[in-house]
């Protein structure tokens, strides 16, 4: 089975700019970004950006941008303050950003794994696993079948010690 293309794109004020609408419009994308204040715009220079940001604007302020953007903030932004703040990633005390980026890579994997275990048997933390023998030998399976694809991961890490993939969503050259 293979994933269709997006249809949509939800995001905040940092994204919203000229080109990104122009560029989202030509690949057939609809946009849901928040424009920011910026007052009354002038049109003269960039006629051609008119339109998909009058276009975008007008779906924003609709009912399905304000369904999207709820959801947005439901998944997007709790994930993200609860890694930073919960988690205590809004002041890391490490040296470097290698060692920052292996750090929070920990943290939203265990975010992630609790959602699982969550979704998986009712309890997010392992000391809502008190008095559960079922479901923590089948935590304990799913956690040895998700464990051997990391472990051959983390067989081909690079001498410097960071797998190829975290190297790549960092930007940095491999």
């Known amino acids: 089975m293979q994933a269709s293309a997006p249809t949509a794109l939800v995001g905040d004020r940092g994204y919203h700019s000229n080109d990104t609408l122009l560029t989202l ?3 057939g994308i609809r946009a849901y970004l928040v424009e920011p204040d910026r007052g009354r715009r002038c049109w003269r220079e960039a006629p ?18 304000r369904r999207l953007m709820r959801r947005r903030g439901e998944y997007v932004e709790r994930t993200f303050a609860h890694v930073y703040d919960t988690g205590g990633l ?14 929070l890579i920990v943290h939203a994997g265990a975010f992630n794994l609790g959602l699982l275990m969550r979704h998986a048997i009712g309890r997010g933390t392992p000391r809502g696993l008190q008095g559960w023998r079922r479901p923590c030998f089948v935590l304990s399976l ?5 464990g051997a694809p990391l472990r051959a991961t ?21």
């Open 25 to 27: 419009q030509a690949l």
């Open 48 to 65: 051609e950006a008119q339109g998909p940001v009058y276009g975008n604007r007008r779906r924003v302020r609709g009912a399905r941008g």
């Open 90 to 103: 809004r002041r890391v005390h490490l040296r470097g950003h290698p060692n920052i980026l292996k750090r």
């Open 142 to 146: 799913i956690v040895s079948w998700l």
């Open 154 to 174: 983390l067989a081909t890490c690079r001498p410097d010690g960071f797998p190829p993939f975290a190297l790549a969503a960092t930007g940095s050259p491999q």
